[in-house]
């Protein structure tokens, strides 16, 4: 996996996924006095051998790592979080809201029963699907193994890292709590998953979401617009040089999103019959799927803010159109 210096004391680890999405970026920040660590990548032995070769090639001991700080929970970005600390002792830094986060999702206590299984059954996903599912987030949890002891950082603070003062911005609606970082010297963003380029950020409404993300991300992108982001470093794909036109696109493109969805519900329907609407689930995996049906959720909920749905609760949940 390649190591791309993208600004100065600024370099970029491509760790590997093993899904789709095949690569997180996370960040390496120099300062005279070590490293600070942007996001840690899922935990696999592939993950493993990605950091220990960017390591050896920029001769980092593990004792030079200063700290770890996580944009959000996600297990692409959290999983290695531990093991990273658990050879450099460092802090590891997350916003308080998702470090909640970390304890309801990775943390579920034995025989206790995965909130994702009700959720996805009350939004009419078939009960085999759901059953996969649940093995799927299975999976990721132990991708999370072990976890960190974590140390909190809230919207507003400064950080002094890569020679630059950042500071954490709140950027909610991929996860409730992600922090986003930026550096007014050199108008350099760290975006974690708020902002992609191809690919829009997944907004999906989980079992422990606070309510309406999409809203809250609408807001977020709509107030970051006229940040003066000359350069922004992100958790995907590559980095984005137009920020203010990356933002109108994904706006626009959950505008148009919106429009789709009320008029796949037709009468009524459940958000998995929506889904299956929407996107070519049939292409998709049981991964995949569920990232549809939350998505599906987001939107459909928002339409009930704005007045253009109705929510009928039942044993499953319908989306109606209002009268
Ligand atoms: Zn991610």
Excluded at 209 to 238: C, F, K, T, W
Excluded at 289 to 316: C, D, K, N, P, Q
């Amino acid at each position: 996996m390649p190591t791309i210096t993208l600004a100065p004391d600024i370099i970029q680890v491509q760790l590997p996924l093993p899904f789709a999405l095949r690569s997180v970026n996370c960040y390496l920040l120099r300062d005279p006095d070590g490293w600070t660590i942007i996001d840690a990548g899922l935990h696999t032995p592939d993950g493993e051998a990605a950091w220990r070769s960017a390591f050896d090639k920029l001769d980092i001991k593990p004792r030079d790592i200063r700290r770890i700080v996580l944009t959000h929970f996600h297990p692409d970005h959290y999983g290695m979080a531990g093991w990273l600390q658990s050879i450099s002792d460092a802090p590891v830094l997350i916003s308080p809201r998702d470090a909640e986060q970390t304890r309801e999702v990775w943390e579920i206590p034995e025989g206790s029963p995965d909130p994702t299984l009700a959720h996805f059954d009350s939004h009419g996903v078939p009960t085999e699907l759901t059953g996969t599912i649940v093995g799927v987030v299975e999976s990721l949890r132990e991708a999370t193994l072990p976890h960190p002891e974590l140390s909190l950082i809230a919207a507003g603070e400064q950080i002094a890292m890569g020679g630059r003062a950042f500071t954490a911005i709140h950027a909610p609606g991929h996860s409730d709590g992600q922090l986003i970082f930026f550096a007014e010297k050199d108008s350099l963003m760290l975006c974690g998953d708020h902002v992609l380029m191809k690919i829009t950020p997944h907004i999906g409404w989980w079992p422990n979401s606070e309510p309406n993300p999409l809203g809250r991300y609408m807001d977020s992108i709509q107030s970051l617009e006229p940040l003066p982001v000359r350069l922004a470093l992100s958790g995907h794909r590559q980095q984005i040089d137009d920020w203010a036109g990356r933002l109108r696109e994904l706006r626009e493109h959950h505008e148009e999103r919106l429009e789709a969805m009320e008029e796949a519900v037709g009468e009524s329907a459940t958000a998995y019959e929506v889904a299956t609407r929407v996107f070519p689930v049939e292409r998709y995996t049981p991964h995949e799927i569920r990232f549809a049906v939350a998505e599906t959720i987001a939107h459909l909920e928002l339409l009930v803010v704005r007045g253009s749905m109705r929510r009928a609760e039942g044993e499953v949940i319908r989306y109606l159109q209002s009268m």
